[in-house]
């Protein structure tokens, strides 16, 4: 990948704001199936956690949330190569999920939500 003219090359992690880090933590590696890559102590206090969704190159952080910070929509759209399977154990996990939704000359897909109100979508990429 060429750098751009600010000399930027990509994107390295995706932060996701949330209330409690261990809970988060449970939800992601147990729940998801994320693989933790870093769990380490920060100067304030806090904790630097990164986890990966896959063998995508894109990590995310779970960050400590601020007091004023709104959940909805991140815009964070997770790949699977089957929509039904993943919805499936989704649901089996007790995730909230939304239906598949299944458009023309598009991919399956359906939204999710995570303990903190964070919405994602998951995408087929098949």
Do not use: C
Not at 34 to 61: H, K, M, Q, S, Y
């Amino acid at each position: 990948m060429s750098a751009t003219k600010t000399h930027i090359t990509g994107v390295r992690t995706v932060s996701i704001p949330v209330e409690d880090q261990d809970a988060a933590l449970r939800f992601y590696v147990d729940t998801l199936g994320f693989t933790a890559l870093r769990d380490n102590p920060t100067p304030n206090g806090g904790r630097w956690i990164e986890l990966a969704p896959g063998t995508d190159n894109v990590i995310v952080t779970l960050e400590p949330a601020q007091p004023d910070v709104t959940r909805g929509a991140i815009g964070i759209r997770f790949t699977t190569d089957d929509a039904e399977a993943a919805h499936a154990a989704l649901q089996a996990a007790g995730v909230g999920t939304d239906d598949i939704l299944r458009w023309p000359g598009a991919p399956a897909m359906f939204a999710f939500r995570d303990p903190d109100g964070n919405a994602f979508s998951i995408s087929e990429t098949a």
